[in-house]
């Protein structure tokens, strides 16, 4: 009840934000250029394969590139901005509880982030429809859901570092590290041990056990696995292909849920367990 | 019985002492003025009320629960006006009332409430265009949504114009008249003797003096310092005058004496000067006001954040 207040209210104030309107036309604007450029190399090709498949296969760059970017710029400043400006002192004077409070925004962010996906998405349906005079709405619609889950995990990580800091500076820094974790220092780590352990850069599949489990810890690894599990890719989101033939339970689509649920409890549970004890 | 109690409260920010030893109580249906310099420790005392933050040693307890386990059943009771807040400044005025009226599960009317604080023309307006004093006024309304049995204010005649603050003060005799008790803070003496019922005065995180209004104006009144010049000063005035239970000091200089008495002793002391044989030349009489006594009470403290 609480919650659902909260989220409501939350996805209300959150929705009139430029910031965040100017990120859904560019996520809207790198779903049409995704698909316009699979489509043309597509083209060019002369591939006659699975063509719906090539231009989700296009679109889970911008998304896995741009979700969690949007996701985190959505959730930062959730609790630890209302900290900072008085306005938590005017919500907590109301009868809900800190828990409710973090909830509630997860809930109301969510929300905003998926109106960016579906309305990216949509205009994405147009586009490739317009490109290809075809699409395949099944395989679309279970994208989007995974992607959903996606921004929902990154909006949890951020709702959560929001919430164990007291002021949106420290909150911002948290975001902007983890993205320089994630989308530089992790890849850049994982070649370099590749390379001190088996002496070449990029070996040939199958990748050694601990390379399949490192490249799946990131969020963005659970997505691409995710992926597969709900489309006929053959592992190609994911890390299956670097697999052998025989695949280790951490490298399998399922897993990919186990991931993000991970994702998506812990940062939580840990940004409410400080929340819930400091004075505000 | 007590709606508020606050029993050997100690509050520490790191090296800072907040609040020491602080015992208060609250009676229903009064209003509770809580006065005292900025740094005095109101705001915290009201932050362990609503559990914004935590006491280092003490019990707390608002309708006999304590914040810190049942925060949520004091808060649905309670009607909570903050210092220091801020407001959506991206939704309307009717938008925070029915985000207030859904938390509180009650079914209030946003167009009534809107019109009892004064700001009805605002109320499709966003927020972040309204002034302070009707930023005031709005979370002033949020407050008194669900008719809580407690009302919490701090400062709140915080931006308020005159008018303002005269509304205010309407607004919380109705609320009391209705049978809720209210609890507000403020550093101006001003606001509070106007319509307290009782009054605390806080100084350094601890409670200096707490009475009825009248009880602090008499205990004021009561002490007058007397300055009579005379010609020259009988011999043995001092010992004389202080043979009256109302005198309690008296100082001379020259030929002037400065009697600390009761306000019903002065003519006495002037006649016995005379019996005694002085001439008295000129006299002057210095009453304590209660804002004198607020201000000796308050005063040299440090500021605190």
């Not at chain 1, 109301?108 to 205009?123: L, P």
């Not at chain 2, 008194?144 to 919490?152: D, S």
């Amino acid at each position: 009840m609480s919650v659902i207040a909260i989220a409501k209210k939350d996805f209300r104030d959150a929705m009139r934000s430029w910031v965040l309107i100017a990120l859904i036309v560019l996520f809207a604007l790198f779903t049409v250029g995704g698909a316009y450029i699979s489509t043309q190399i597509a083209g060019l090709l002369g591939d006659a394969g699975d063509q719906p498949l090539d231009i989700l296969f296009a679109l889970q760059t911008p998304a896995s590139f741009l979700i969690p970017i949007i996701g985190l710029m959505v959730g930062y400043k959730a609790i630890a901005g209302e900290r900072e400006s008085g306005s938590l002192k005017f919500l907590l004077g109301l009868p809900h509880s800190r828990r409710d409070v973090v909830l509630g925004k997860v809930l109301g962010r969510t929300g905003v982030v998926t109106v960016a996906i579906v309305i990216g998405f949509a205009v994405g349906i147009v586009a490739i429809f317009g490109f290809t005079g075809s699409f395949s709405l099944v395989e679309y619609l279970a994208f989007t859901l995974v992607t959903l889950l996606l921004g929902l995990t990154f909006v949890s990580i951020a709702v959560g570092i929001s919430a164990a800091t007291g002021s949106t500076t420290r909150a911002a820094v948290g975001i902007v590290s983890l993205i320089g974790l994630f989308w530089l220092l992790w890849g850049f780590i994982g070649q370099l041990l590749l390379y001190l352990i088996t002496g070449s850069i990029v070996p040939e599949p199958p990748m050694p056990d601990w390379y399949l489990l490192y490249s799946v810890i990131p969020p963005g690894g659970g997505y691409g696995l995710a992926a597969d599990a709900v489309l006929p890719t053959d592992g190609q989101f994911g890390v299956g292909m670097l697999a052998g033939d025989d695949v280790p339970f951490f490298a399998e689509p399922w897993f990919g849920f186990v991931i993000l649920a991970v994702w998506i409890i812990v940062p939580l549970a840990l940004g409410y367990w400080r929340f819930s004890r400091v004075d505000l | 019985m007590a709606t508020i109690e606050l029993t050997n409260v100690t509050k520490r920010y790191g090296d800072t002492m907040a609040l020491s030893d602080l015992d208060l109580t609250v009676r229903k249906g009064t209003i509770y003025g809580f006065l005292g310099p900025n740094g005095a420790g109101k705001s915290t005392t009201i932050n362990l009320l609503l559990d914004f933050a935590r006491p280092t040693a003490g019990s707390v307890r608002v309708f006999g629960h304590d914040p810190q386990d049942e925060s949520r059943t004091i808060r649905k009771r309670t009607g909570i006006l903050p210092e220091g807040f801020d407001l959506y400044d991206r939704l309307t005025g009717r938008q925070h009332l029915d985000f207030a009226i859904e938390s509180k599960g009650v079914d209030d009317d946003p167009e009534a409430i809107l019109e009892r604080v004064g700001i009805a023309e605002a109320a499709d307006r966003k927020v972040g265009g309204y002034s302070k004093g009707m930023a005031q006024r709005l979370a002033l309304g949020a407050a008194l949504i669900g008719e809580p049995e407690l009302l919490i204010l701090d400062e709140p005649s915080t931006g308020l114009d005159p008018a303002g603050a005269r509304d205010m003060r309407t607004i919380i005799r109705e609320e009391r008249d209705r049978g809720a008790t209210i609890f507000f803070s403020s550093h101006i003496l001003g606001q509070v003797d106007a319509v307290c019922d009782r009054v605390g005065i806080l100084r350094d995180g601890a409670l200096v003096a707490e009475d009825t209004v009248e009880g602090l104006r008499e205990a004021t009144s009561a002490k007058t310092t007397l300055r009579v010049t005379v010609d020259q000063v009988p011999e043995n005035a001092s010992e004389q005058l202080l043979t009256y239970a109302g005198v309690s000091e008296v100082a001379i200089e020259d030929t002037t004496l400065v009697v600390s008495c009761e306000s019903d002793v002065k003519t006495t002391v002037l006649d016995t000067l005379e019996t005694e044989g002085a001439t008295v030349q000129d006299f002057t009489t210095e009453e304590s006001s209660l804002e004198e006594l607020f201000m000796a009470y308050t005063e040299g403290t440090e500021v605190r954040t």
